[in-house]
Each structure stands twice: as structure tokens, then as C-alpha cells.
């Protein structure tokens, strides 16, 4: 089959972990790069304009995907999109071949699966969304559009987790818990009994639990 070309946004760290992926992706070759910075070349691809050019490539490529990472801005990876379905761009699915996806899962368009993650059956996760090395997503749980579930998070049976929301590496969400959207999670959280609190600061949500307060959270 004959590789089509695609389009990665962005030009940083999660960009250039996006590219191992998009390498071992039967279907699809880099075309280039569109990003905001001066650099000319990321891991040996060329930087081939900023956001604005990206309407004058729709006509040879058609496909993108989002390279951008998301932590505490999570408004980056949704304008993004928006801007790219608006000019008629195909977002596909990026899955590595180390990880294992059941048949009676759901992922939907722009979301990229990394290395040795495990998503059991009847999980739903939205679209444009990233799910890190060794994620575990257990059985019947449902992440929201524009989510990023880092590095060794498990996301355990029946949790939902609303659009726009970041949870940390190692951190852990209990069966059935709900998470609104535009969460945040701190690295190695234990989201078991929770309560979400608004933080001042970035306008997120962010989790408290009858031992920890927000100081230590934000710290």
C-alpha cells in the first residue's frame, strides 16, 4: 500500500515522540512541518511554514496530525484542530504497534496511541486526543475529546473524564469516578475520594482529597 503524506504540527519534545509513531505507521510518511518557530528541521523533517500556510498545502497533502503536547494549556491541541477541520483536513488515528487496543474499543479521529499502552473493551476515547506510553484504560471508561493521559496513568473501570482535561503521569483514577471537564491531575494522583476545586491561577480544575490540601497540590 502506498504511504500518503502527512502533516505534523508542532516542533517539540512531544512532536518528536509523535515521529516514532508516525515511522512505524504503515500508512502514512511526514510531509513536513508546520510551526511558529525559526527552527528550519526537527529529527531530519523540514519545517515548511506556520499555521497560516497550512491552506496552501491541502491541495498535495490532506491528512494532519496534531504534534503539540498538552499540560497545563489545554486550549493549544482544540484551536488547532478546529483550525484544520475547517480547511478540510483528514485527521487519523495514530496507534504504535506495542500497544494493545481491543476490537470493542471506540477511538475516534486525531488521537495518537503511544508505546505499550493497554485500552480494554468497551472503552470510548474522544477525539484529539493523546494517550502516553503505558497508559492502562480499563474496561467501560470514557475519555472526553482533547485529553492527554500521560505517561503510566491508569484510568481504571466505568471513569468518565470530560473534554480538555490532563491527567498526570503514574496518576490513578478509581473505578466510576467522574471527571468534569478541563481537569487536571497532578503526576502520581490518586484520585479515589475526590473532590475538584477551581484553581485561581489557571482557571482549572484541580483535585483535593481529605488529606491533601491545595498548597501541596500547586506546589
Known sequence: MKKKPLILLGSGGHAKACIDIVESDSRFYIYGIIDNSKKSKLLGYPIIGRDKDLKKYFKKVKHLLIGVGQIRDNKIRPRLYKLGKSLGYKFPKIISKRSHI?????????????????????????????????????????????????????????????????????????????????????????????????????????????TTGPRDLLS
Open 102 to 210: 481491543s476490537k470493542h474499543s471506540e477511538i475516534q479521529e486525531g488521537t495518537i496511541i503511544f508505546h505499550d499502552v493497554v485500552i480494554n473493551s468497551a472503552t470510548k476515547i474522544g477525539k484529539n486526543c493523546i494517550i502516553n506510553n503505558k497508559c492502562l484504560i480499563e474496561h467501560d471508561a470514557s475519555i472526553g475529546n482533547h485529553c492527554h493521559i500521560s505517561t503510566g496513568a491508569i484510568v481504571n473501570g466505568s471513569s468518565k473524564i470530560g473534554d480538555n482535561s490532563f491527567v498526570g503521569s503514574r496518576a490513578l483514577i478509581s473505578n466510576s469516578k467522574l471527571l468534569p471537564s478541563n481537569s487536571f491531575v497532578k503526576i502520581g494522583y490518586r484520585c479515589s475520594e475526590m473532590l475538584l476545586v477551581n484553581d485561581a491561577t489557571t482557571g482549572l480544575l484541580l483535585p483535593i482529597t481529605t
